[in-house]
């Protein structure tokens, strides 16, 4: 079974991050708006370098961090993307946002035991973090498809498995479209963008 495209997941603000640390004096707020503005605005490169230039005599900073895990992915950067995120998880294990861009990062590349891990780790440094939920559901959903799969290819005789293989790929399923095969994760609310990374905040 192929994975299903995943739909691109939109971004919250980066001033709820900015809340949920509980701090962003007005000159880092400008520095993460400016950031921000660019990589909205299509400057990818340009968003990269400031970014970069922010850390370089604030390296610890995890939400210009974030925010250059968001640019990395959208620059197709994936893999530095996800050594940025493992990299906040293990300096800043209570936040939960970039449990979830990993989880998304890992999802996009099929590694949905990875996602699910990263997810399940989400939720406990969130338990009210709606958007890692839905996502954790949505990877259960894809690995009971897939266990479901390959059920149906191993007893093509078994009746009880083709039922629930096509409910699952319904639920994810676009309106007025055929079924396809279940996994993506669902959009994230708040500020659209780009990214296939989830947001911070829920």
Do not use: C
């Not at 293989?165 to 609310?189: D, E, V, Y």
């Amino acid at each position: 079974m192929s994975a299903a495209p995943l739909p691109v997941l939109r971004l919250l603000g980066l001033l709820t991050l900015a809340a949920a640390l509980g701090w962003a004096s007005s000159a880092r707020a400008d520095d993460y708006g400016d950031v921000n503005g660019l990589l909205r605005s299509g400057k990818v490169a340009e968003a990269l370098t400031r970014a970069d230039q922010y850390l370089a005599s604030k390296p610890r900073d995890p939400q210009m961090r974030f925010l250059k895990g968001v640019i990395l992915t959208e620059a197709g950067r994936t893999a530095d993307a996800i050594e940025t995120y493992i990299g906040l998880n293990q300096e800043f294990p209570e936040l939960p946002e970039p449990y979830n861009n990993l989880a998304v990062l890992y999802a996009a590349q099929s590694q949905f035991d990875k996602a699910r891990t990263a997810l399940e780790q989400a939720v406990r440094a969130n338990p009210s973090y709606a958007t890692a939920h839905e996502n954790l559901g949505d990877v259960y959903a894809k690995l009971a498809s897939l266990s479901y799969g390959k059920a149906q290819q191993l007893d093509p005789a078994n009746t009880t498995v083709r039922p629930k293989l096509a409910l699952i790929r319904q639920l994810f399923a676009p309106a007025n479209a055929a079924p396809t095969p279940t996994g993506a994760l669902t959009p994230a609310s708040g500020a659209a963008s780009g990214s296939p990374t989830a947001a911070p905040g829920g």
